[in-house]
């Protein structure tokens, strides 16, 4: 139980729960996140050294670079059709949006084929986006949701660290049921607590799988990521393109309680100052790969981020960047190549999944 720092939204939550009852953790999830008013993205600079979080489009420019080579690529690879729209999904700062075209630019075919597309719910983060793409931004569009994404040509997509800000469902395991894990209020009416809430586990096949879980075990569900790759995937089908999706997650369902909370890079309790923090759990990508085969689209082998990237050319990229720099800058970029690539870092926590018809061969997820 976490008493937290006062924030305007914690009283909204248990004024809430006092009318309403328990809250789900979905519910809470898309209050501290995305209430218009006080939601987490609608309000301060949540990315950077300064902020809550890096991820790793702020830790190098090699990131971005390493994802425009792959679009490249993946345009060729489906025929360079002259038009398609370049999506990102969640663009946080637009440093990776900047850094993409940046590498667009070195192969005009690309470039002058694209139509820029960001979907961000946060007007406020769209002027910094705005800022970060200079020139470029007079060509972009923004929507709030997927279902404004065009409908005439190729979709070419990328998702860093978006799925995993999706609200999550979990479900905790008392005796021999798996009850939905809701957040309600301790006897001092004050303090936010979980509690089991009245509704169960309805998926046959996740409860089959998880006989053996103990009592007071967790279980994550992520309705919310799972339609929106079903729609992405649906549309891809019929409009031709590409997904990518990076995230810190995991391959193969399992039980866990992933949902954290961050403040100024420290791990917090998710109850800690609502609105404040950045709320996240793990993207299960086994769920999220089922999803895609169900519009039907196939789902590449999973890949480590740091395999990805050493495919596609990091160290040969990192080592271009460092000539004739000073040793200091190039003792930088090896650690920037390091913090994105290593195992126990990013190179094997964060994962990518691609998602293309059939016949697209993708490096380096098919060995072709
Ligand atoms: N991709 C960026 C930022 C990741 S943070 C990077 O790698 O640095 C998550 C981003 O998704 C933020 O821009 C946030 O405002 C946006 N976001 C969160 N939920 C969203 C939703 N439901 N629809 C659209 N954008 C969303």
């Known amino acids: 139980m976490t008493r937290g720092t006062p924030t305007p939204l914690a009283d909204r939550i248990r ?43 702020e830790v190098s420019q090699l990131f971005g670079e390493m994802i425009g080579a792959w679009l490249v690529h993946a345009h060729a690879a489906s025929g360079a059709p002259k038009r398609f729209h370049l999506v990102e999904l969640g663009p946080g700062r637009g440093t990776l949006m900047a850094d993409i075209l940046r590498v667009a630019r070195l192969r005009p075919a690309f470039h002058a084929a694209a139509s820029l597309h960001l979907v961000e719910t946060s007007p406020r983060l769209r002027e910094v986006q705005k800022a970060a793409l200079g020139a470029n931004a007079v060509n972009v569009q923004w929507h709030d949701s997927i279902a404004g994404l065009p409908v005439d040509a190729p979709l070419l997509i990328v998702a860093n660290e978006f799925f995993d800000a999706l609200p999550i469902r979990q479900y905790v395991r008392l005796q021999g049921r798996w009850r939905e894990r809701c957040i309600g209020l301790a006897d001092d009416g004050e303090t936010l607590r979980f509690v089991p809430g009245t509704g169960g586990l309805e998926d046959a096949d996740l409860i089959a799988g998880l006989a053996g879980a ?40 399992a039980a866990g309680d992933t949902l954290q909370a961050l403040r100024r890079h420290e791990h917090v309790s998710v109850f800690e100052a609502p609105g404040l923090c950045d709320l996240t759990a793990h993207v299960n990508f086994e769920a999220l790969a089922r999803a895609a085969n169900l519009a039907p689209l196939r789902p590449r082998r999973l890949l480590g981020q740091g395999e990805f990237l050493l495919a596609l050319g990091l160290l040969e990229r990192a080592g271009q960047l460092g000539a004739g720099k000073s040793e200091d800058d190039r003792e930088r970029i090896r650690g920037e190549v390091e913090r994105l690539a290593a195992p126990g870092q990013m190179g094997d926590l964060f994962k990518v999944l691609a998602v293309a018809p059939d016949i697209v061969p993708l490096m380096p997820f098919d060995p072709v």
Do not use: K, W
């Open 214 to 253: 103990p009592e007071g075990a967790v279980v994550e569900t992520q309705p919310l990521a799972n339609a929106l790759m079903q729609d992405l995937a649906t549309r891809l089908a019929a409009q031709g393109g590409v997904l990518l999706a990076i995230d810190y997650g995991y391959g193969r369902t």
């Open 15 to 57: 004024a809430l729960i006092e009318t309403a009852g328990p809250l789900s953790v979905c519910d809470y999830m898309a209050l501290c996140l995305a209430d218009p008013q006080h939601g987490y993205y609608m309000r301060a600079e949540p990315f950077g050294a300064g902020g809550d979080f890096i991820t790793a489009p």
